[in-house]
């Protein structure tokens, strides 16, 4: 009877540090891989039979419910690996670095499948191209000389230059302070855990607004208002306002392009997107 006792006490421990690592997995605190998803499903069953109160089984069903979550995020990962034939830079580099140069050389001409073609001129190919070059208009007719209206120098106001758009209305640094304070209002408003989604922060009306904000964005970014924090796996992007702008990073900033089509802002638009 006490060694039942414990062999259940052991179980609901067991089901508790799953659920906890389950939970850490769907939060995209650690790697969906790193559940061993045939491990866990042998716990589940050697320990199944020993429940009997509601208490008991309903951890049990919490248990199984986390672990199909799991099983989905890892069956999506694999699927978005493959069909987009996705190989981690990382990895390769470490491959690379542990083989010698004469196995790189091998793999190189495994590898390498060069071309080589051979063309040459027939009296067939010399007829066609002598009657193409009859068939030209002469030089003086194909080349004709344009009428350009000759336009005197004149002077242009800053107003224009707005109105135009080749300039803005306001000084960059000032605009770009503008936009930090904007950010961070919406951040507050409409953000979670101090996040702020990508997309619902510069889409605007037009797709040319959108654009001119993701301009902006990029500066604030590289300036240090803000960082992004992205989501390879479920392929979502966050953008992250600082309390202070920060003029010395700790780490070596890189580029990170995103691409601001117009598919994707129709997508936006019609709340789309991340479907």
């Known amino acids: ?145 344009e009428d350009v209206a000759e336009v005197p120098i004149g002077q242009t106001s800053r107003g224009e230059l707005v109105l135009q758009r080749v300039i803005s209305d306001k000084e960059f640094g000032v605009e770009l302070d503008s936009y930090y304070n904007e950010l961070k209002a919406k951040t507050a408003e409409k953000g979670v855990d101090g996040k702020l989604d990508y997309w619902d922060f510069i889409g605007a009306d037009t797709y040319e607004e959108t654009t001119q904000r993701a301009f902006l964005t990029a500066f604030l970014v590289t300036y240090g208002y803000a960082t992004l924090e992205i989501d390879r796996l479920e392929e979502t992007i966050k953008i992250v306002p600082f309390d202070e702008p920060r003029t010395a990073l700790s780490v070596q900033a890189a580029s990170v392009p995103i691409a601001v089509s117009v598919e994707d802002w129709r997508k936006w638009k019609r709340g789309e997107l991340y479907e």
């Open 1 to 145: 009877m006490q060694a039942a006792k414990e062999d259940k006490a052991l179980g609901k421990e067991k089901l508790e540090r799953i659920i906890e690592t389950c939970i850490a997995i769907e939060n995209h605190q650690v790697e969906p891989f790193a559940l061993n998803v045939e491990e866990i499903i042998k716990i589940v069953k050697e320990y199944f039979p020993h429940w009997q109160h509601p208490d008991e089984l309903r951890l049990d069903a919490e248990a199984l419910h986390h672990l199909a979550t799991v099983i989905k995020m890892q069956s999506e990962w694999v699927k978005q690996r493959s069909t987009s034939l996705y190989t981690d830079p990382f990895l390769l580099e470490e491959k690379i670095r542990q083989i010698s140069r004469q196995e790189l050389a091998e793999l190189f001409l495994h590898a390498w499948h060069p071309i080589v073609a051979q063309e040459k001129i027939g009296l067939r190919t010399i007829a066609d191209g002598l009657r193409y070059w009859d068939a030209l208009a002469p030089i003086g007719e194909r080349w004709k000389d």
